[in-house]
C-alpha cells in the first residue's frame, strides 16, 4: 500500500504551508492565529509557497483583501491613547482642609 502522487502532495504543500507562515504570526506563535491565515496563504499568495518572508510581504500587501481573522493578526486593533486614560483606576482626590480645621495656634 504505497501513497499516490496525490496524497504526498497534499503533504508537502501541508508541511510547506505550516513552515511558510508568516514571521509575524509564528512570532506570536498560536494555533489560531496561524490557523487564520492559512486560507489566505493558499488564496493570495500561494504563488510564493514555500517562500515565508515573501508571503508574510504578499500578506501584508493584500491588507484589504485579507480575510477578518487574517487582518486581524496582520493589523490588530488599536488601543487609542483615550482608552488607555480612561481604564486607568481613578483615585478620589485628597480631602481639602479648610481653614477652620487648622489647629495652628496663629
Known amino acids: 500500500m504505497g501513497f ?3 496524497s504526498r502532495a497534499a503533504g ?3 508541511a510547506s504551508m505550516l513552515l ?3 514571521a509575524s504570526v509564528q512570532a ?3 494555533t489560531d492565529e496561524r490557523e487564520a491565515c492559512t486560507p489566505d496563504v493558499f488564496r493570495l499568495c500561494s504563488h510564493y509557497i514555500p517562500n515565508a518572508d515573501h508571503i508574510a510581504n504578499c500578506l501584508q500587501q493584500a491588507g484589504p483583501r485579507l480575510s477578518p481573522a487574517c487582518h486581524a493578526v496582520f493589523y490588530p486593533p488599536r ?3 483615550r482608552n488607555i486614560r480612561a481604564t486607568k483606576r481613578r483615585y478620589a482626590p485628597p480631602p481639602r482642609r ?3 480645621d487648622d489647629d495652628d495656634d496663629d
Open 79 to 81: 488601543t487609542s491613547a
Open 20 to 22: 511558510c507562515v508568516p
Open 12 to 14: 508537502w504543500v501541508t
Open 98 to 100: 479648610s481653614i477652620a
Open 28 to 30: 506570536q506563535g498560536t
Open 4 to 6: 499516490g502522487l496525490g
